[in-house]
Each structure stands twice: as C-alpha cells, then as structure tokens.
C-alpha cells in the first residue's frame, strides 16, 4: 500500500517541478514587444490633449467597416488631437513607449525618456498609456505627447505585457527592436543612435 501512494507522490511532485521549470524558462513571443524587421501595426488614437470624452478607443482597423477595431482605415485617421503611428512613420525614426499609468517604474521610465528625447531632436519620442482614459494619461505629466489605448488593443498588437515596453522604429519605417523593462539613460541612448 505504501509504494503506490509514494510513486503518486514522486509523480506529482515531478510533473509540478517540469511545470515550474517550463513556465521559468520560456520567453513568451508576448513578452517581448515587436521584434527587429517587423512591419508596424496600424493605429490611431487620442492624445491625452483631446477633447474626447467617454470611451475613446484606439482605431486598428486595416480597411473600412472593420467593427471594433474602426470604421475606416487607421492611418487614415489623423489630426492635432490624434497619435497616429503612420504618420509617425512617414516623418522618420521613432521611439513609442508603452506605459502603464498607474504603475511606478512606468512612470519612473518617463523623465529617462524626456532627457534623451532632448539630446535628440532628428528623433521622435511618444507614450502610449495602455487601459487609460484621457485624465489617466494627463496624470502621467510627461513632456512628451502622450496618447492613450483605452482597451489595450494597440498593446496586443504590439506584444505588449511588461512595462515599460519600449519599441524603436527606423527611419525606413520598421522596427529596429524592442526594449522590455525599465530602460537606463545609456541603454536608450544605444538604442536612440541606431535609429539615426
């Protein structure tokens, strides 16, 4: 009687510890932000700035009539109060920074962002405050335009899951890399020179 319940036992023990090895060891493609040659996903959005009100959602639409994700094409939707990541892309090298508003080291991130965005002009530097409203975003102080991804549609797209998630576009209009957690002034920095 004793040996069955043993080897239950030793095999439970080991299924938890493959478990727990497999979860530790593997890098979900989520956790990393886009990756290096990627095309960007299309969005347009509020800037913390809008006079939107309400449930402002990001469009992510690709064509017309596309339900939740917009009723026209995303790049197509622009203006002063709009952060819109192809017309980003048209005016040259970028770095989009994926915040979550209410979460210190996110915050921490931003005055790192605002000194290297300083010392390089050539080089345009925006935050996306994810599952944020208007006042949300505003709350974030930051120099930087800041829109905001009040579903989080924008951060699936970008394989956003840890914060700060930082993504760095070229001046060809594709992704250079992604950063993941808190960034130091001399590894933005690194990343901001490629770009140039």
């Known amino acids: 009687m004793k040996r069955p319940g043993l080897l239950i036992v030793v095999f439970i023990g080991a299924a938890l510890l493959f478990i727990t090895f497999n979860t530790i060891v593997t890098e979900s493609e989520g956790s990393k932000g886009l990756e290096a040659g990627d095309a960007l996903p299309p969005f ?21 009539d596309q339900g939740a994700a917009g009723a026209r094409p995303a790049c197509e939707v622009r203006g002063p109060e709009v ?9 040259g090298p970028f770095v989009l920074a994926f915040v979550f508003h209410p979460v210190d ?9 605002e000194r290297v965005a300083a010392r390089h002009r050539d080089v345009r530097f925006r ?6 409203d ?7 102080k930051s120099n930087l335009p800041v829109g905001y991804d009040h579903d989080g549609a924008v951060a699936n797209e970008y394989a956003v899951v840890v914060c700060p998630t930082i993504t760095y576009v070229g001046r060809d209009g594709r992704v250079v890399g992604s950063s993941v957690g808190s960034q130091s002034e001399a590894q933005l920095e690194s990343w901001v ?3 140039e």
Request: proline letters at 4%; aromatic letters at 0%; glycine letters at 4%.
């Open 44 to 64: 347009a959005m509020p800037l913390s700035t809008s006079s939107c009100r309400g449930r402002c959602d990001a469009n992510v639409a690709t064509g017309a």
């Open 83 to 91: 952060l819109n990541v192809c017309e980003l892309r048209e005016q």
């Open 105 to 113: 080291r996110c915050r921490a991130q931003l005055p790192v962002l």
């Open 127 to 132: 935050v996306v405050a994810v599952r944020a």
């Open 134 to 140: 208007a006042e949300d975003a505003r709350d974030l």
């Open 193 to 195: 020179r490629r770009l």
